[in-house]
């Protein structure tokens, strides 16, 4: 009697034996929060009651008033309005970009209007290149926060500077001296502000002030031809106001 052998089909055994276990797949676990870290965030954390609105309903407001900025209600969204602005209009950006990268169009508007401005300015139109120089720096500040904070500076204090400018040219002396002051703040170490400070308190009438503030200029650049000059000019006015009145003083004399 033959005794049939069944062949096993192929890519089988013929035959059982134990099978190595596969090795199963590890999840890696969450890393836990730094629990200091944690509890500082959680003693800072104040709920805000909030309503969202606009395209995308992607928008911040004050749940009570509606509002983007609201005094009553001591909130302010804009900034993140903003950034929810940008990321709404760039569906293909799905995070800040690197600071590296620059809105070219943004740049290019604050140029624009600050050249528009200074053409203005030089045809004796200070009025309309003043609203021009409003533009520009409302235009600068709108900056993301993720840029470089150096391109801001540089923009802003420009436009500003200009404006302070205009301001003295109107009459608005106060005005001029708070824009130099600012553009001190936002870029020290560039001469022009304090060259900008010190116009407006000689307009005000504060010539020694005027002068500190042209010290502290040639502290930054020493060989700053327009600051040593308008240093010599803040001299001369002193010497000139310091220098006693000798007519009068013969005309008092002969009178006595």
């Not at 055994?13 to 500082?40: T, Y």
């Not at 700053?224 to 803040?234: D, F, I, P, Q, W």
Request: proline share 8%.
């Amino acid at each position: 009697m033959s005794q049939q052998v069944q062949q096993a089909p192929t890519g089988q055994h013929s035959h059982a034996h134990p099978h190595p276990p596969q090795p199963s797949q590890q999840v890696m676990p969450a890393p836990q929060p730094d629990p200091v870290m944690q509890a500082r965030i959680e003693a800072d954390f104040k709920p805000v009651d909030i309503a969202v609105g606009g395209p995308s309903t992607a928008f911040a407001f004050c749940n009570t008033h509606k509002l983007e900025k609201c005094k009553q209600c001591n909130v302010d969204f804009t900034a993140l309005n903003r950034v929810s602005k940008i990321l709404v209009t760039n569906p293909t950006l799905r995070c800040p970009p690197p600071p590296t990268v620059v809105q070219q169009k943004l740049s290019q508007a604050v140029t624009n209007m600050k050249d528009e401005g200074n053409n203005l300015y030089k045809l004796n139109k200070t009025r309309e290149a003043l609203s021009k120089y409003n533009m520009a720096a409302s235009i600068a500040v709108q900056r993301p926060a993720w840029e470089s904070a150096a391109i801001l500076r540089e923009e802003l204090s420009t436009v500003v500077s200009n404006r302070s400018a205009a301001l003295l040219e109107l009459g608005d002396y106060l005005g001029a001296l708070v824009d130099a002051e600012t553009v001190i703040s936002v870029r020290r170490q560039w001469p022009k502000g304090h060259f900008r400070k010190a116009k407006a308190l000689v307009a005000l009438g504060h010539i020694e002030e005027a002068k500190d503030a042209i010290s502290l200029g040639l502290q930054f650049e020493p060989n700053n031809t327009e600051l040593s000059g308008y240093m010599l000019e803040l001299d001369k006015q002193l010497a000139s106001r310091n220098q006693p009145n000798t007519k009068e003083k013969s005309v008092s004399v002969t009178s006595a």
